[in-house]
DNA sequence: AGACAAACCTGTCTGC
DNA sequence: TGCAGACAGGTTTGTC
């Protein structure tokens, strides 16, 4: 579900949550990403006691600070995961795995049906060196992102456009959806070898993988199924994407049948006539 | 190096 | 109505 507006949505709406204070933990007790157990002591450690200081995003990554501690709380939402700031009387929906309980009668609470989400602790001050976060790439709504750094990474590879924007070392933060929706925009097929770009067109991407990821947010994210934010409201993007999940609609660009094909084993949409390899 | 599949899980939708 | 199968926005791991 969700990719770096998405993301960085959540982080935007926990912002109410700053400056309150923990008073306990409560977790399900199963295991998250890869079936690896929650290490609810050291979150404990990080986080009760204390009050938050902010929220940061890396990637698709959030990092919780806390006062006086100096481990982060880490979490990635997977497919399916959610992150809400809700009044502690709300009842608690299937699927909660791990419960903030907050000063002011509120709660914050990660829930994930499909268990494909992540929940630690990172060093604040050293969150780079933590597996999940050592390799990630540049942010592409820091400006971090330009042309000739697309175009560096893109060389020095033989596989498919697409696969390398997936690719979370080079560029941190984008996901399926809108990997197809950059390159519609920048009018590149998406089975281009990456070492074939051009660096004009490496521009191009990187000016348009910047602006789709832009609108994205603005709209408050893509909401196809499950994605919400800390509020618990969806994202407003879904209308305004121009090929995913549009297999047969007319490009919105010159009208011919978008196309569906299965690219590292992900759904990939384009205009077979506007976007060239 | 890179393509591919499977793995981690549950929910939802489709077609028979 | 029931059931099987496909599919889902992410990441890791192993095989060829």
């Known amino acids: 579900m969700p990719e770096l507006p ?5 982080r935007r709406t926990l912002a109410p949550a700053v400056g309150a204070k923990v008073s306990a933990l409560w977790s399900s007790g199963l295991p998250l990403h890869m079936k690896r ?25 959030l990092l919780i600070d806390f006062s006086r501690r100096s481990d982060s709380v880490l979490v990635h939402l997977g497919m399916t995961g959610r992150l809400r700031l809700v009044r502690a009387s709300e009842p608690r929906g299937a699927h909660t795995h791990v419960v903030w309980t907050l000063s002011g009668g509120r709660e914050l609470r990660f829930s994930d049906p499909r268990r494909f989400g992540q ?28 042309g000739a750094l ?9 596989t498919q456009l697409k696969t390398l924007l997936l690719d979370q070392s080079i560029i941190a933060g984008i996901g399926n959806i809108y990997a197809s929706e950059a390159l519609w925009r920048a009018e590149i097929s998406p089975t281009l070898r990456s070492y074939r770009l051009s660096r004009e067109r490496a521009d191009r991407l990187a000016r348009a993988v910047v602006a789709v990821l832009r609108r994205a947010l603005t ?26 999940a549009r297999e047969g609609e007319p490009c919105p660009r010159c009208k011919a049948a978008i196309r569906r094909k299965v690219i590292q ?11 060239r390899v």
């Open 219 to 244: 709209k408050g994210g893509t909401s196809l199924r499950d994605f919400v934010d800390a509020d618990g409201l969806e994202g407003n993007n879904a209308g305004y994407l121009s090929v995913y």
């Open 150 to 158: 697309l175009h560096l990474h893109a060389l020095a590879r033989r």
């Open 265 to 275: 084993g992900r759904a990939t949409f384009y205009c077979p006539r506007c976007q």
């Open 6 to 10: 998405e993301v960085e949505t959540v």
């Open 37 to 61: 157990p929650l290490d609810v002591d050291a979150l404990r450690r990080a986080s009760v006691g204390a009050s938050i200081e902010g929220v940061r995003r890396l990637g698709k990554y």
């Open 119 to 146: 929940v630690g602790v990172a060093s604040r001050g050293a969150e780079r060196e933590h597996p999940a976060l050592r390799r990630l790439g540049v942010d592409p709504l820091a400006g971090e992102l330009t």
